[in-house]
């Protein structure tokens, strides 16, 4: 199994010059996991250093032509992922220039991304565990009167809205809402 690594800026085919945002590799623990530059690299082989990869072009393949064995280098600082270049001069040069304020940077974005898979997370298993709720309790008399709008806020607030509710299939529009919500964040 390949663990995938993602890159900002692209990495280019000597062949076809076409740009790969990503590339796979198992010099890691092959565990099908995705990386960035600042991620921690679980199984690998080298502290600090560099190791080897080659690029995988897909247009290449869905061209048919032979892909060329075009080298890409992972830089590696203390089990992160520092970098990723295609030339083994830049990339020793960022292994050498690798600093404290990168490191605090890849800190700072390894907690916000935790911050936000925590409250995805916990959205998406609170919007669960009303429908749940909504699908065990039993029905419940109509309160009328003063009463009537405090149940109807306390229910605004506190249920799934109605469009969940009364949806042909309200897991996955639960799904849905929390994938937006998700994608909302990230922006």
């Given at each position: 199994?390949?663990?995938?690594?993602?890159?900002?800026?692209?990495?280019?085919?000597?062949?076809?010059?076409?740009?790969?945002?990503?590339?796979?590799?198992?010099?890691?623990?092959?565990?099908?996991?995705?990386?960035?530059?600042?991620?921690?690299?679980?199984?690998?082989?080298?502290?600090?250093?560099?190791?080897?990869?080659?690029?995988?072009?897909?247009?290449c393949h869905k061209a048919g032509r032979q892909s060329a064995d075009s080298p890409v280098y992972?830089?590696?600082?203390?089990?992160?992922?520092?970098?990723?270049?295609?030339?083994?001069?830049?990339?020793?040069?960022?292994?050498?220039?690798?600093?404290?304020?990168?490191?605090?940077?890849?800190?700072?974005?390894?907690?916000?991304?935790?911050?936000?898979?925590?409250?995805?997370?916990?959205?998406?298993?609170?919007?669960?565990?009303?429908?749940?709720?909504?699908?065990?309790?039993?029905?419940?008399?109509?309160?009328?009167?003063?009463?009537?709008?405090?149940?109807?806020?306390?229910?605004?607030?506190?249920?799934?809205?109605?469009?969940?509710?009364?949806?042909?299939?309200?897991?996955?529009?639960?799904?849905?809402?929390?994938?937006?919500?998700?994608?909302?964040?990230?922006?």
């Amino acid at each position: 199994m390949f663990d995938t690594i993602h890159v900002k800026k692209p990495l280019i085919c000597p062949v076809c010059g076409a740009e790969e945002s990503s590339l796979q590799t198992k010099h890691f623990d092959s565990c099908m996991a995705h990386f960035k530059i600042g991620s921690v690299l679980s199984g690998s082989p080298v502290l600090i250093g560099i190791i080897k990869e080659a690029l995988w072009c897909d247009a290449c393949h869905k061209a048919g032509r032979q892909s060329a064995d075009s080298p890409v280098y992972l830089i590696i600082w203390h089990s992160l992922l520092a970098g990723v270049e295609q030339d083994l001069a830049k990339a020793e040069a960022r292994l050498a220039a690798v600093d404290r304020l990168d490191l605090i940077a890849w800190l700072d974005e390894a907690q916000r991304e935790a911050a936000r898979w925590s409250r995805n997370y916990h959205k998406l298993f609170s919007d669960v565990s009303r429908w749940h709720e909504h699908l065990t309790r039993p029905p419940e008399p109509e309160p009328t009167g003063a009463e009537a709008e405090r149940h109807r806020a306390f229910r605004r607030f506190f249920s799934l809205p109605e469009e969940i509710l009364t949806a042909t299939d309200p897991l996955a529009a639960i799904l849905a809402a929390n994938k937006q919500v998700g994608d909302d964040v990230e922006d």
